[in-house]
């Protein structure tokens, strides 16, 4: 670290650590553009890299998952708007939500327990990053030759296909999403997400939207704003059991890091514009891979270190 | 004849002893204050030692130790291809800071034997070490728990140099890095002569949160349902308040 920079550096509280306070507010800044750029949350890259910087893993989740809270705030507002927000479909995952985060904290603080956090930290990272990403990365391609061969038109998906999911009970009218589905399906789909949003540190928008466009077969239109406004919750309850069983949510940090966030998106969302859907999510995938390369480098190769430490008997 | 008796021993506890003190040093500071700049901050020690008898003087050697913790270690291993934690080892005694500094390197000041008793240098440091693991034994758990430590500037990679005087005055800086535990710290001087402690004087010293960082913490530990309250609260304002500025702009 450089000794020259004192006077910037400010003690973060709860992750018991000195850091630059630019470093923390460009790292803020970098997420916000990447997620402002291509409308993706940021927190499968901030928490990463916030262990790169250091920060304890632990505390770097707790912490993620309360920044999450305000750039979902912020990013959902536009969408309510709009009317792109399915209250009914977002509270149905909100309820599977719940559960599943309040499953990944309780889990979280077993493997913590056993010292296996950081390996199914990394093992879900490297897992679901790879698959969305290739799959992005696959159907970003697809449709930038389709885009090339037929001058942009894009192809048309089938609507409503039968399958075993409208065999469920408990089916619902979703106005919004134009569905008639069993409300199983998605509160299914909010736990699992849950759980791996209290595990990951992200809000998991980047396996929500795919669930939502794929699985259920929502209209794209509303499928970003209504992912937003189930985000909040979930990583509202994330934050507030981080903060009741971990204590690992660093407000300061959380701060510095969503003031750098929030003007960070508001540059990408604008240079975002200028660019083609798909070219923004080939990109997308192909950042989604890197991080997930560098994860599993990182896991195969001869660690420089064998040896780690934590404090024990700590309550 | 009561009140004679009484003055002379207000006198005796009043005026140090100056002849019989052989050894006599301070902190420049006895308090390190984490406060929300902190970045990491050097106390001096200083002190004085007396001749000891022949005219020649002794050695000074200065050990600070922070409050002892309990660490655990972890070793990964290669399982199916990939490097997982596989055995664990618990040392509760460790201290949490450990910095030596001396006049002469320690193995010319005294016996093995007596720098153990004393606890004086790493390889002193008497640690109770328990293992499981059937890949890796105490000794490479010890190496490693040093070695973490003095990556984090917490345990000293050499033994620090005393300035020496006129044979009589001493002074050293010791470092304590932005990452240093917090706790009642022991700063212990000892006066080597003849590769014996001839004298030891022990001085606290106290490395506390101040200000708006302690008052986090301890709201974040005492009343964690509120923080979290707060923290999401806080979160959901700041995030309501950036999509109302940037509306307008």
Known sequence: MGQGAEGMQIYLPIAEMSVNVFVILGLGGGVGFMSGLFGVGGGFLMTPLLIFLGVPPTVAVGTEANQIVASSVSGVLAHWRRGNVDIKMGLILTLGGFIGSTLGVYLFRWLRGLGQIDLVISLCYIIFLGIVGSLMLVESIQALMASKRNGGAVPVRKKHQHSWMHGLPFKMRFRRSQLYISAVVPAVIGLFVGILAALMGVGGGFIMVPAMIYLLGMPTAVVVGTSLFQIIFVTANATFLQSTMNHTVDVVLALLLLLGGVIGAQIGARFGVKLKGEQLRSLLALMVLGVCVKLLFDMVTVPGELFAAGTGGKH | ?249
Not at chain 2, 63 to 81: F, H, M, Q, S, Y
Not at chain 2, 117 to 132: E, Y
Not at chain 2, 173 to 201: C, I, K, R, T, W
Request: glycine content about 10%.
């Open chain 2, 1 to 249: 004849m009561k009140r004679l008796w009484l003055v002379l021993v207000l006198l005796a506890a009043a005026a140090p002893v100056r002849a019989a003190e052989p050894l006599v040093a301070d902190l420049s500071k006895h308090l390190v204050a984490i406060t929300t700049g902190f970045a990491g901050t050097d106390v001096l020690l200083f002190g004085a030692i007396e001749e000891v008898d022949g005219g020649k003087s002794g050695d000074v050697v200065v050990v600070v130790r922070g409050p002892n913790k309990t660490e655990t270690l972890r070793r990964k291993d290669r399982t199916a291809g990939i490097w997982i934690n596989s055995g664990i080892a618990k040392v509760d005694n460790a201290p949490s800071f450990y910095q030596v500094a001396s006049t002469r390197p320690l193995d010319q000041l005294a016996s093995p034997a007596i720098l153990g008793r004393h606890q004086i240098g790493l390889d002193h440091l008497d640690l109770d070490i328990r293992v499981k693991d059937t890949g890796a034994d105490q000794g490479q758990y010890r190496q490693a728990l040093l070695r973490l430590n003095q990556k984090k500037g917490l345990y000293g990679d050499k033994v620090l140099d005393i300035g020496m005087l006129s044979q009589r005055l001493f002074r050293t800086d010791v470092h304590f890095p932005a990452n240093v535990p917090v706790g009642v710290y022991m700063v212990e001087v000892y006066l080597m002569a003849g590769g014996q402690v001839v004298s030891a004087q022990t001085t606290p010293l106290v490395v506390s949160k101040i200000g708006v960082g302690a008052d986090v913490f301890d709201f974040a530990h005492h009343q964690a349902a509120i923080y979290g309250i707060i923290a999401i609260l806080l979160a959901a304002l700041a995030g309501w308040l950036a999509a109302v500025v940037f509306k307008k702009a």
